[in-house]
């Protein structure tokens, strides 16, 4: 079916339509006809003893797609771990499968979902095995996170493939005590291949510089090099010749004068001493995040602080003997990369203005990531979350930052603006990045994607939205604002919160996101990278935690997210999530050949996309809706913003709306016939 759109403009000159509204319908009605034929294909999930809705133990930390579209999926798990209903038997040891503390799982899947192999790191410590971060790389699975085996009692270690005992490490003489053969607590880093198999490990361990009185000697105490929080992501990048980047939280604490040490692979060859900035008050924790660099023989090149120094925070002793300002935490989130390698990292800073005493002596307040980029706060709701994006070389210099900006109402402390900066993604020469923020049509509050806040987030001005998700789009080169788009209002959702990483392929962009006011159900929203809405993939589940979505050039989307009941994809495609009150790892994959395509983007249609007559287009009154093939399963009516305004049940090759009570302007019809989605653009007009 063809659009003739010119002499339909003409007509509509003796309707005496405005300028405005005429140049409305000339853009719009050059978006193209959507059709979707996407399915799920399959879910799986895993879970285990231990967690709650507060306290997961079951969860997915990354996921990836290698070249051939098999998928691997890192995370963490509680005791007596099942995937999909069956005990995971890793070990011929019972005691170490049923134990009940959290454990890591790493796992691959083909293309139809089969699990190919599973590999365990767990030990009989609670929270010490962490997963943090895993990627691929020229044919290398990399993991890395935190294990150990601590404290004098009967501990073990599997690490992998192999049950380490207490026994064996006293048996071997103390000088050859080495990780994973000693007990300590460490961060690992893993290389397997795409089979499984185990290439190399190397292990950290952080000494603080904090001396302790022991006898006649002096100890240190001994960490992983990085937060022991099961939930603070740590990125890791792995370049072309092998390098490792790592952005990991750090607390630190003693006087400036004694170092903090790494030793890799307890190794006295490789042992690095960092003498950092911050108090001379001993005791207190300092807080900041490290940039790590590792040569592919696994020496330390580099370790950064990246937060400098600060400026306009206030201690309760005014600076008095630091060097630098230690009132805050920093979170480094999300890491993507391009084929130059350069590091796109985000993250945020939270301030301990509460926690700590501290306050603003002045505005603006800078955080410094070198003496030339810094983050700033101009307003008093930008003390609760300030949110960055850097980008790295893999000589560890910035090579621009940007932020977005806070802006609260001036008397109203419950009007203070709170956005927020997730996960992102690199592709094309830009940079997405999700969050959400508040959307009060105020013009004292808000939120903004540039430092001369002319761009204002801002929802639909008809409702009242709590929060508004978004993907917001930089340039990769200069680090400037380009685009952005927004969560539409679909159900009548109130507040659209999405999932933490974005996926971009093809000039679009996914992210899960709740849909439904009042519900728990979320759904793939899909943006052009323009960010313009084009379509949402619901499906249904009970009370979960929003995920990620991953994605490759065939046009198949990974979901992942933390569910406490079952989730229902599909009639075909069900997570049954059978352990009541415990949290469940679930992942699914949906399939859209068009994916794999360009989308068409805003300047073109596709004519004959499906055989769907509407007429008479503009109407007044009636609207006949007519499939010259399949019958119609259902019709939906929907605002410009993808509101549902009415929804029908059709089985038949016909349809009549009655559009007499619909305020004038430009709607979407969207039908579906055996599964094919196909939108028409309508106009209402008055009698």
């Not at 406490?564 to 075909?572: A, E, K, M, N």
């Amino acid at each position: 079916m063809k659009h003739h759109f010119l002499p339909f403009i003409s007509r509509f000159g003796m309707l005496n339509l405005s300028k405005k509204f005429i140049a409305l319908l000339i853009v719009f009605f050059t978006f193209p006809t959507a059709s979707a034929q996407g399915e799920w294909k399959w879910a799986h999930y895993w879970t285990g003893s231990g967690g709650n809705y507060n306290d997961i133990f079951n969860n997915v930390t990354n996921t990836a797609f290698d070249e051939e579209g098999n998928i691997y999926v890192y995370g963490t798990m509680g005791g007596n771990a099942m995937l999909d209903g069956e005990m995971l038997m890793f070990s011929n040891n019972s005691d170490v499968i049923t134990t009940s503390e959290q454990s890591i799982l790493l796992a691959k899947f083909d293309t139809l979902g089969t699990m190919q192999w599973y590999r365990v790191i767990k030990c009989n410590s609670d929270y010490l095995s962490v997963p943090k971060w895993m990627t691929l790389k020229s044919g290398r699975i990399y993991i890395t996170g935190m294990t150990g085996m601590w404290g004098d009692r009967n501990y073990w270690l599997y690490y992998i493939d192999t049950l380490i005992t207490k026994e064996d490490v006293l048996n071997l003489p103390e000088s050859e005590r080495k990780p994973p053969y000693k007990r300590s607590c460490w961060t690992f880093f893993s290389q397997l291949d795409l089979d499984g198999n185990r290439i190399e490990d190397h292990f950290a361990e952080g000494y603080s510089r904090q001396y302790y009185p022991h006898g006649n000697d002096s100890i240190r105490s001994v960490d992983p090099i990085y937060s022991p929080e099961r939930y603070t992501p740590t990125p890791m990048h792995v370049d072309e010749v092998g390098c490792v980047y790592l952005f990991a939280r750090f607390d630190y604490k003693g006087e400036e004068e004694d170092p903090y040490t790494i030793v890799i692979d307890g190794d006295s060859s490789r042992t690095y001493d960092l003498y950092l900035p911050g108090s001379g008050c001993g005791n207190s924790y300092l807080h900041n995040a490290m940039f790590y660099k590792f040569t592919p023989n696994w020496e330390l090149e580099f370790a950064k602080l990246m937060v400098q120094n600060t400026e306009g925070i206030a201690t309760p002793w005014d600076l008095a003997g630091d060097s630098i300002n230690p009132q805050y935490f920093i979170y480094p989130e999300w890491l993507s990369y391009d084929q130059e390698d350069n590091m796109y990292v985000s993250g945020y800073v939270n301030l301990l203005l509460s926690v700590s005493g501290a306050s603003l002596h002045q505005y603006p307040v800078h955080i410094y990531f070198d003496s030339l980029h810094y983050a700033t706060i101009d307003d008093q709701s930008g003390t609760r979350r300030l949110n960055f994006v850097l980008k790295y070389n893999t000589d560890g210099d910035i090579l621009w930052c940007n932020q977005i900006y806070t802006k609260g109402h001036p008397t109203n402390f419950e009007q203070l603006s709170h956005g927020e900066l997730y996960g992102n993604c690199y592709h094309n020469n830009s940079m997405y990045v999700t969050g959400r923020g508040c959307s009060a049509l105020d013009e004292n509050v808000g939120i903004f994607f540039d430092s001369t806040c002319t761009i204002r987030l801002h929802g639909p001005q008809d409702i009242d939205r709590t929060n508004v998700g978004f993907f917001v789009r930089y340039d990769a080169t200069t680090g400037s604002y380009v685009n952005h788009g927004v969560v539409p209002v679909i159900e009548g959702n109130s507040s659209a919160t999405p999932g933490p990483v974005p996926a971009v392929i093809n000039d679009r962009v996914f992210a899960l996101s709740l849909y439904k006011q009042y519900s728990w159900d979320p759904a793939i929203i899909q943006w052009s990278t323009d960010g313009d809405f084009i379509s949402h993939i619901p499906f249904s589940t009970g009370q979960s935690q929003l995920g990620a979505v991953n994605a490759n050039q065939n046009g198949k989307l990974l979901v992942d997210f933390a569910a406490f009941s079952p989730v229902t994809f599909s009639d075909d495609v069900v997570a049954e999530c059978d352990n009541p009150g415990g949290s469940h790892a679930v992942f699914a994959l949906y399939h859209d050949p068009s994916f794999a395509e360009p989308y068409v983007g805003i300047n073109h249609y596709v004519e004959d996309v499906a055989s769907i007559k509407v007429w008479p287009n503009p109407t007044n009154n009636i609207l006949y809706v007519e499939s010259d093939s399949s019958p119609i399963d259902c019709v939906t009516i929907m605002d410009l913003n993808g509101r549902i305004i009415m929804k029908e049940k059709v089985g038949d090759n016909s349809f009549v709306v009655n559009a007499a009570r619909l305020p004038a302007g430009l709607y979407l019809l969207e039908t579906v016939c055996k599964g094919a989605r196909t939108v028409e653009k309508f106009v209402k007009v008055d009698d």
